[in-house]
């Protein structure tokens, strides 16, 4: 599973990294960084949950 975030769409919310810190960290001025843009099996269910609690719609999710 892959995960990008679209930095025209992030404000910074910042709900992504606290719901999957291990896959999104934020920057200097709390915009998303994906960490692990191949994401590992075990923080799939923290990715998809990180996702649907972005207000901006602004991860997207692939195969
Ligand atoms: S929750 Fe969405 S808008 Fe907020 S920092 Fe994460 S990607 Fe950006």
Do not use: K, N, W
């Amino acid at each position: 599973m892959r995960v990008s975030v679209d930095p025209d769409e992030c404000v910074g919310h910042g709900r992504c990294y606290v719901v999957a810190p291990d896959v999104f960290q934020p920057d200097v001025l709390g915009h998303c960084v994906v960490i692990r843009p191949e994401v590992p099996e075990e923080f799939e269910t923290a990715a998809r949950q990180a996702a649907a609690a972005c207000p901006e719609e602004a991860i997207s999710i692939s195969s």
